[in-house]
């Protein structure tokens, strides 16, 4: 992959609902990259789950396998879990998701609850589905993407394994044309809906809108 980083954090979170301020994260997966002589390698990995004040609610439970007794059992308290995900972090690394305007939201609204309420995101992002909504037709969920290139995720909707899926899809798009620099600190939308929200980064975000039928829309914007 052709980045300009050193080291590159893929993350995802399981979460309660879709509301970054009212529900909470209650799985997050991580995959910390490092270049070693041009090549991106795992330099660490993580897989928490996070106690809860409230129960799950059983949609959440049938869509992840998670499961209120889990979270009691092996969960952690959520200040540890952001703690040992933002330990990966420096202000160099590039933040990667899969549909990344989701994750974020959560990630920013731990660093206003344990960090500062003034907190603003200082890293660069790329957003992997922004990549493969570039290039491909609808559908774009990870696991259309994980269908397309031949991968698997034995696991979907759990934190570690969508991270790792992120990380081979990523790879894919960057074997099929290595551009990835034209997507970092630019967010996809869909125009029918309203904008991503951007104000709680430091950088300037670009905001293009995507259609459904893979027409590179930033691509064309970014050259």
């Given amino acids: 992959m052709n980045l300009n980083?050193?080291?590159i954090l893929i993350f995802d979170f399981e979460t309660t609902g879709l509301s970054p301020i009212s529900d909470r994260v209650i799985e997050v997966g991580a995959i910390l990259l490092e270049k070693n002589d041009l090549v991106y390698e795992v330099k660490e990995r993580l897989d928490l789950l996070i106690?809860?004040?409230?129960?799950?609610?059983?949609f959440i439970t049938n869509l992840t396998g998670i499961t209120n007794?889990?979270?009691?059992k092996d969960g952690v308290d959520e200040e540890i879990a952001f703690n040992m995900l933002n330990n990966l972090i420096d202000d160099e690394t590039l933040l990667v998701a899969y549909n990344l305007a989701f994750d974020i939201g959560f990630l920013f609204n731990m660093y206003q609850r344990y960090i500062s309420k003034n907190y603003a995101i200082k890293n660069d992002i790329l957003d992997c589905m922004a990549v493969y909504k570039d290039r491909y037709e609808y559908p774009h969920k990870?696991?259309?993407?994980v269908e397309r290139f031949n991968l698997?995720?034995?696991?979907?909707?759990?934190a570690s394994?969508?991270?790792l899926a992120t990380f081979?899809?990523?790879?894919?798009?960057?074997?099929?044309?290595?551009?990835?620099?034209?997507?970092?600190?630019?967010l996809g939308y869909n125009p029918k809906?309203?904008?991503p929200d951007t104000f709680f980064f430091k950088q300037i975000i670009k905001k293009i809108p995507q259609g459904m039928r893979g027409l590179r829309e930033i691509e064309k914007a970014r050259k």
Avoid at 69 to 72: H, K, S, V
Avoid at 152 to 158: G, I, L, M, S
């Fill in 5 to 7: 980083y050193k080291k």
């Fill in 51 to 58: 106690k809860q004040e409230k129960p799950i609610s059983d």
């Fill in 69 to 72: 007794e889990m979270l009691a």
């Fill in 142 to 145: 990870l696991l259309n993407a």
């Fill in 152 to 158: 698997v995720n034995e696991n979907a909707h759990r």
């Fill in 161 to 163: 394994d969508d991270a």
């Fill in 168 to 186: 081979k899809v990523l790879e894919k798009l960057a074997e099929a044309e290595d551009n990835l620099s034209l997507y970092v600190n630019v």
């Fill in 193 to 195: 809906y309203r904008e």
